[in-house]
């Protein structure tokens, strides 16, 4: 994803949440041609209550009507400028005068965000992000705003190799020691944290066949056992988060804190975005607002109050993609709420959802596409992967498959009989059978969103055995 602030009547005290508690903030991207002003924009905020606030660059008029106002600011340093950033350190001194040190502290800049969801750039920009990062880092210690502004970059779900079970959770194997390594390292060394953007409507969007509604709008629900570990998980939320948490422990980067800088749901979709939406778009951010106010970090990370921002302050008319992308906004550009949901502790008060999805198991399933083979008609069946379908799909599946679904999957951990091939199919195709075979191979048990199908035929790769019954 990716994709605004001041007037002196305001009043200069912001409502802040309990200190025991996390925090909320909001992206105030500007991808449109229809948003109030600047000034405008900053007396809406402090209306909410919202105590932080992110941007996607250093926009002059944003950064002077933010100033004086008490909102905790981060600025971004563009993908486009990382080049720049890493190969001449003048330019980077000369970059964070002019939008840092021209501002800070009547703005009070928190944060730079160097670069958006790098790793997956299409210009390619992975290798410029840590020397970047540095030379930023070298400014600000000449500036002496190094103890005050905190420097990382915000990461997407998909440097992840594994996040099912979150317990299980791994970055790429390809990225660590290029990328992830020394930006944890250099993390540690300046006391930052890791910025990270969550979107668990993705997930539900392309798994609503085994994903519930309800766990992913965190509303009421069984909850979740990782299989890993035997945490029981109730919000698709948390287990993403402690993906990551888990992803940094198996670096031994423990320590390392994290920032959701992006999370959020479309309140308008295409007719494909399933689960786009104002109800369910209210029920996640306003469930997700009492989850973070109320206190208490993840069932990994018990003590981790997360700050979170939420994803975005006003539908962006003019932003490319699908309906969604153009659908995240809190607000209408005429600053009338797109739904009603508090920011506050105190709004929480009064704050009920209402609206209830009828899904309340761990998981739902949908009859398959190809009407499926059904044991009680064909005697011995196997579900596997389908190699057309996708490597997002195939993943998606086999994360589920191995984390709620509850499959066996310690045969295709490295070192076990069925680990070879090492490959998505062949790992997919296993998972995806041992949930077909330990449901009972019925009507539904082989979809996976349409990343599986069944056959009459045992399955063959390398020496591994495909069970038929458990």
């Given at each position: 994803m990716e994709p605004y602030f001041?007037?002196?009547?305001?009043?200069?005290?912001?409502?802040?949440?309990?200190?025991?508690?996390?925090?909320?903030?909001?992206?105030y991207g500007r991808i449109a041609n229809n948003l109030p002003a600047a000034a405008k924009v900053v007396q809406l905020v402090k209306?909410?209550?919202?105590?932080?606030?992110?941007?996607?660059?250093?926009?002059?008029?944003?950064?002077?009507?933010?100033?004086?106002?008490?909102?905790?600011?981060?600025?971004?340093?563009?993908n486009e400028l990382l080049y720049s950033a890493a190969k001449n350190p003048y330019f980077a001194r000369t970059w964070v005068q002019k939008n840092v040190v021209a501002y800070h502290p009547s703005t009070q800049i928190e944060a730079i965000a160097v670069g958006n969801e790098v790793f997956v750039d299409p210009h390619n920009t992975t290798k410029f992000l840590i020397p970047a990062m540095r030379n930023i880092h070298q400014a600000l210690v000449k500036f002496n705003l190094h103890s005050?502004?905190?420097?990382?970059?915000?990461?997407?779900?998909s440097a992840l190799q594994s996040s099912y079970p979150s317990s299980a959770g791994s970055f790429r194997p390809e990225l660590i020691e290029p990328v992830f390594k020394p930006m944890l390292d250099f993390l540690r060394q300046t006391g930052s944290y890791l910025m990270v953007n969550a979107y668990p409507f993705f997930a539900y969007e392309s798994n609503s066949d085994v994903i519930s509604l309800d766990y992913a709008l965190l509303r009421e629900n069984p909850?979740?056992?990782?299989?890993?570990?035997?945490?029981?998980?109730?919000?698709?939320?948390?287990?993403?988060?402690?993906?990551?948490?888990?992803?940094?422990?198996?670096?031994?980067?423990?320590?390392?804190?994290?920032?959701?800088?992006?999370?959020?749901?479309?309140?308008?979709?295409?007719?494909?975005?399933i689960g786009s939406g104002v109800e369910n778009a209210a029920a996640y951010?306003?469930?997700?607002?009492?989850?973070?106010l109320t206190g208490g970090g993840t069932p990994l990370r018990p003590q981790a109050d997360l700050t979170v921002y939420l994803f975005a302050l006003f539908n962006e008319n003019e932003k490319d993609g699908p309906t969604s992308e153009r659908n995240y906004g809190l607000f209408y550009p005429d600053e009338q709420k797109v739904y009603d949901i508090p920011f506050t502790v105190e709004g929480l008060k009064s704050y009920k959802d209402s609206n209830r999805s009828s899904d309340t198991g761990?998981?739902?399933?949908?009859?398959?596409?190809?009407?499926?083979?059904?044991?009680?008609?064909?005697?011995k069946t196997w579900c596997v992967a389908n190699p057309d379908a996708g490597k997002q799909k195939l993943q998606a599946g086999l994360d589920f498959a191995c984390g709620e679904g509850g499959a066996d999957c310690r045969p295709i951990q490295p070192g076990a009989t069925c680990y070879d091939p090492n490959t998505l199919v062949?790992?997919?195709?296993?998972?995806?059978?041992?949930?077909?075979?330990?449901?009972?191979?019925?009507?539904?048990?082989?979809?996976?969103?349409?990343?599986?199908?069944?056959?009459t035929q045992e399955p063959k790769f390398g020496q591994c055995e495909f069970p038929t019954g458990y």
């Amino acid at each position: 994803m990716e994709p605004y602030f001041l007037s002196s009547f305001l009043v200069l005290v912001c409502i802040f949440t309990s200190a025991d508690a996390g925090s909320i903030g909001v992206n105030y991207g500007r991808i449109a041609n229809n948003l109030p002003a600047a000034a405008k924009v900053v007396q809406l905020v402090k209306s909410q209550g919202l105590e932080r606030i992110k941007v996607y660059d250093t926009d002059p008029i944003v950064l002077k009507a933010l100033s004086g106002c008490g909102i905790k600011v981060t600025v971004d340093l563009p993908n486009e400028l990382l080049y720049s950033a890493a190969k001449n350190p003048y330019f980077a001194r000369t970059w964070v005068q002019k939008n840092v040190v021209a501002y800070h502290p009547s703005t009070q800049i928190e944060a730079i965000a160097v670069g958006n969801e790098v790793f997956v750039d299409p210009h390619n920009t992975t290798k410029f992000l840590i020397p970047a990062m540095r030379n930023i880092h070298q400014a600000l210690v000449k500036f002496n705003l190094h103890s005050s502004i905190k420097i990382s970059s915000p990461v997407a779900l998909s440097a992840l190799q594994s996040s099912y079970p979150s317990s299980a959770g791994s970055f790429r194997p390809e990225l660590i020691e290029p990328v992830f390594k020394p930006m944890l390292d250099f993390l540690r060394q300046t006391g930052s944290y890791l910025m990270v953007n969550a979107y668990p409507f993705f997930a539900y969007e392309s798994n609503s066949d085994v994903i519930s509604l309800d766990y992913a709008l965190l509303r009421e629900n069984p909850g979740v056992v990782d299989s890993g570990n035997g945490l029981r998980y109730f919000s698709l939320f948390d287990a993403q988060i402690d993906a990551v948490f888990a992803a940094l422990s198996a670096l031994k980067y423990d320590d390392i804190k994290i920032v959701v800088t992006e999370t959020g749901w479309p309140s308008k979709g295409d007719e494909n975005e399933i689960g786009s939406g104002v109800e369910n778009a209210a029920a996640y951010n306003g469930n997700l607002v009492r989850r973070i106010l109320t206190g208490g970090g993840t069932p990994l990370r018990p003590q981790a109050d997360l700050t979170v921002y939420l994803f975005a302050l006003f539908n962006e008319n003019e932003k490319d993609g699908p309906t969604s992308e153009r659908n995240y906004g809190l607000f209408y550009p005429d600053e009338q709420k797109v739904y009603d949901i508090p920011f506050t502790v105190e709004g929480l008060k009064s704050y009920k959802d209402s609206n209830r999805s009828s899904d309340t198991g761990s998981h739902q399933v949908a009859a398959p596409v190809n009407g499926g083979v059904s044991k009680s008609t064909t005697g011995k069946t196997w579900c596997v992967a389908n190699p057309d379908a996708g490597k997002q799909k195939l993943q998606a599946g086999l994360d589920f498959a191995c984390g709620e679904g509850g499959a066996d999957c310690r045969p295709i951990q490295p070192g076990a009989t069925c680990y070879d091939p090492n490959t998505l199919v062949a790992h997919s195709s296993f998972a995806f059978n041992s949930y077909y075979q330990k449901q009972g191979r019925g009507m539904g048990d082989c979809y996976f969103g349409g990343a599986a199908y069944v056959v009459t035929q045992e399955p063959k790769f390398g020496q591994c055995e495909f069970p038929t019954g458990y």
